[in-house]
């Protein structure tokens, strides 16, 4: 048993335990199987029929109550409802019989259920007498034979009933007590053999253990350690045995290990002569055998080969530091040497061609030709390197000329698109950043006057477009207004239009302010007019509060002159009707006036708006002066008109001819503005043209300022005319906002 494998110990003793341990494992599941047998006997068997013998007395004992319930009750809906149940629960016990006789196959078991049988047909032949006597209305023979024979049989039929579920839970309690043998069988034996494993177990390993650590000679971790100490180089360590082990691993270790430093120690004496430039240092073989004395053999002749070759590679090398290209290592070597001698001998060669071929290059350069180039494809190591460093340097003078000769080429042709985009390091990246810069700011200076021109051309044609615009609108205006003299609806339109085409002006003006000064003269005039429009439209409000406040009085009246005809009876039938159509055509009035208000006080915030927004660019309008004064002069004959108008409706035609007369005039400043515009326009377009010889990067231009553009109003179309009745020269004040929904109650 000493000389056996480790691993045959460990197969033998693994494999005793594992036996041992299938035992244990047979054992419980052969227990296990009979414990689930028991189970599923007292689960799938017994339990089921003790449930079914139970259901059989439930529902006896719900026969017993409908029975009751049927002789307490009179009612023929309920009995006939107690009768159902009965039958219905008579179903229910047959069918439990049924799957009682289908699962008892004991002879005891048989004999009771067919005992339970007999006793139910004596209870189901009371049970039938009983009913017929209660469908006859035979209530208290019923009673006194429920009270004789059918409590009897009910009694024997439920006494066999609980004598064949007492043998069932006689049964299933046998099999409880055989599945708990079963368990006490089996936890002891598989304790006695987890015992029997363990002692078992416990000695194979103590004699697994004991052969390995007399062949170990020490602990596993601490050879194992020594091993890795060794194979990592270390031989300094002590190596700790027995006294009288002398065949163990670790004495094996320990005798390698001083033969092992013995070597090392001479190697260590070459090298350190060999570090010195000293290759005469030779190992002495005359102690040495084995693999000792093949080291020794290979290093000196090592040694011999080391010091030939560096000899002839060291004549070589001083002959390349002196640039002396003419010396060749001539002696053969094999291996690593043969090779060295190949790779200086190439060095030599390859630095011969380098030289001739940079001279070639330098050549072509000074007669301005930078397209050569050293050909790589046969080239390695530094010679490649200087090749493609020389390359890289051609590449680079030729891309970079040839960028600048590009740039300078598309400059004179008047493309300012073209700039240098390609990284360069030193004087070329100083060269590239200066031309960059200079066709940057060519670039800004061209998109500047492009910038302008298309300003000045684009606020030009928005300043004709918008006088033109405002021309036609004017001219409407003032036909509009002949037309609508007779009526407060058309007044009110043309002044609403009166404000739209001010506020058209003042964005105009606001628009062409920046760059065309004279075209916001007219913008600057029309603030005044705006104003003086403004204040007549609040006075048009304040007209409007008369017309309302004598609808609203008409209103009451005619409310008056209803309730007073209610009043007078069948005589005033006839003048109630005219009051109440009094009171619709007040109620109609009333709201015309209340939109005519509402439309004259937005009218009045527009118009307010915009001549805020007109009177912060008139500030810097001092040329137009004049213009302004004349159109302020304008708008406050339009107030005073606007005055007049307070004084009645008949009055309003006559400030709305004098408006007229302002609009003509406003169209012939509209008429000269339009001209100083286009001229203006022609101006910018000659200038453009002057620009548009250079071509410069459409980004930059994306990314420049555009100029403004003013949206176009459509032209206000007049109103259809509605002639509204004249009322009395009266002035009132408009009712506030708030009363407008006094009317509802009317």
Known sequence: MGNLKVATRLGLGFGIVLVLLGVVGFIGISKIYGINRNIDTITQDLFPKTVYANNVIDSVNAVARSVRNILIDNDRLKMQREMDAIEQRGREITKNLDQLESTITSQEGVRRLEATRETRAAYLDAQSRLMGLLRDGQREAAKALLE??????????????????TFQTDLMRAAGEDAQQNVDSATTQVLLLCVIALVVGIAVGFWIVRGLMRQLGGEPDYAASMVRVIAAGDLSQTIHTK?????????????MQ????????????????????????????????????????????????????????????????????????TRDYPGLFGRTKAGVNGSVTSMTNVVNEIRSIVDAATQGDFSVRLDLSSKQGFAREIGQMLNQLSDTTEVGLKDVMRVSKALAEGDLTQSINKDYPGLFGETKDGVNTTVANLQQLVLRIKESVDTISTASNEIATGNQDLSQRTEEQASSLEETASSMEELTSTVKQNADNARQANQLSVTSSEVAVKGGAVVQASVETMAAISEASKKIADIIGVIDGIAFQTNILALNAAVEAARAGEQGRGFAVVAAEVRNLAQRSANAAKEIKTLITD???????????????GERMDEIVTSIKRVTDIMAEISAASDEQSTGIEQINQAVTQMDDVTQQNAALVEEAAAAAESLEEQARALAKVVSVFKVDQGLVAQGMAPRTVATVPSARPAAKRPLAPTKQKKMVAPPAGDDGDWEEF
């Open 148 to 165: 004789t024979e059918v409590e009897d049989a009910q009694e024997d039929y439920l006494h066999a009933i609980a004598a064949l579920i």
């Open 243 to 255: 006294p009288d082990d002398n065949s163990s691993l670790l004495y094996s270790l320990q005798r």
């Open 258 to 329: 001083e033969t092992l430093k013995s070597l090392v120690g001479e190697i260590a004496q070459v090298v350190e002569a060999a570090a010195m430039g000293d290759f005469s240092k030779r190992i002495d073989l005359t102690d040495k055998q084995g693999f000792g004395k093949d080291v020794g053999v290979n290093i000196n002749q090592l040694s011999d080969t080391t010091e030939t070759g560096l000899n002839d590679i060291t004549r070589v090398a001083d002959a390349l530091a002196a640039g002396d290209l003419s010396q060749s290592i």
């Open 603 to 617: 009218s009045v915030e527009k118009v307010d708006s915009g001549t805020a927004q007109v009177n912060e660019a």
